[in-house]
């Protein structure tokens, strides 16, 4: 592929750190790729990269490196900054894989200037577990991956990074840092939260939930997957998203109230058609 990426670096080997790695390991082998993270990660993905670094050593990993991936946690992400700002080159690119953006990019224009370009990112293609051991090359296959360039971000470096993350499998979507923040709100955080409700509420005044559990199916696993993912992994997201995810919550709420008033009515067929319709539009989607 023909790229000015030449050299890679991806700080934080989790789950999609590590996907990162494997995927460009793959799809671009000529690429030089560079790791930070912990010894006793560095040493399970030693035969992925040519140059591996420990976090104290940040600043020289990513000394000349053309593009610069931080996925590690979003409070680490902005702990990363200054360090990263003052240490990359001129005309370097840095992005992130954060689930919120607002305030990662606000964040970052106090840091990034003089030719030292950031560009926030989020793939959304996350799984209920993390770390290296769950990373997959085929992590970004079909996933959407938003971008979210600013006015003085140079549109060929948007365009080059996109063909990158295109030759991920990605489906790349450029938004507003802050519309971006609502979207996942509804459709990334909210369900993380409905799947977490939904195995609590079984267990609900229950001494031992055992029985409930044997009863379910497909349908309520494939519906409470992602109540297997740690509460560590969402604080940062929550926090830095608390007002959409609140709102998002109240509106899902209120829908609820709704299906519950026309639950007797001959008008809640019509929920289910609306639901048959979009669902069906997801899927042409992948």
Known sequence: MNTPFQRIVVVGLGLIGGSLVKNFRCHVPECKLIGVDLPVVLAMAHEYLDEAYAPEHLAVAVREADLVFLATPIKTIL?????????????????????????????????FSDERFFIGGHPLAGREKGGWENARADLFAGAAYALTPESNFPAPLTEALTQLLQTLGAHVIALDPAAHDRFVAEVSHLPQLLATALMNFIARDKASPELALQLTGSGFRDMTRLAASPYAIWQDIFDSNRANVRQSLQNFIAMLQQMAHAFDSDDFERHFQQANRLRENLAALR
């Open 79 to 111: 702990q990363q900054f200054p360090a990263v700002a003052r240490s990359i080159r001129y005309g370097a690119v840095v992005t992130d894989v954060g689930s919120t953006k607002s305030l990662i990019v606000a964040e970052a224009k106090k840091h």
